[in-house]
């Protein structure tokens, strides 16, 4: 069993930054991917980032260079920095994590950018 908590989200102006942070029931030193994904409104969850246990990253075109993925396996925490941010990044964030064969998610938390 695993339990994921993101925190984080708000409502930022366009070319604003916001960190996400997803913390995790269990040591995740042994959990070898973390991801970030985000649905927004009548659309269908997409793959933001993902982190691997020995710190490499894939994101998503949309966010690459503007979205940092980091994980710390100290804190088990996974993190989202997200710079330059755009209208179109308007989403509710989920942490997602796969263990022991299984699916966990987060209960997201909402990421708004409006001027």
């Known amino acids: 069993q695993v339990q994921l908590v993101e925190s984080g989200g708000g409502l930022v102006q366009p070319g604003g930054s916001l960190r996400l942070s997803c913390a995790v029931s269990?040591?995740?030193?042994?959990?070898?991917?973390m991801g970030w994904y985000r649905q927004a409104p009548g659309k269908q969850r997409e793959l933001v980032a993902v982190?691997?246990?020995?710190?490499?990253?894939n994101y998503a075109d949309t966010v690459k260079g503007r979205f940092t993925v980091s994980r710390d396996n100290a804190k088990n925490t996974v993190d989202l920095q997200m710079n330059s941010l755009k209208p179109e990044d308007t989403a509710v964030y989920y942490c997602n994590t796969q263990y022991g064969g299984n699916d966990y998610w987060g209960q997201g938390t909402q990421v708004t950018v409006s001027s």
């Open positions: 269990r040591r995740i030193f042994n959990i070898y991917t």
């Open positions: 982190i691997r246990s020995g710190g490499a990253t």
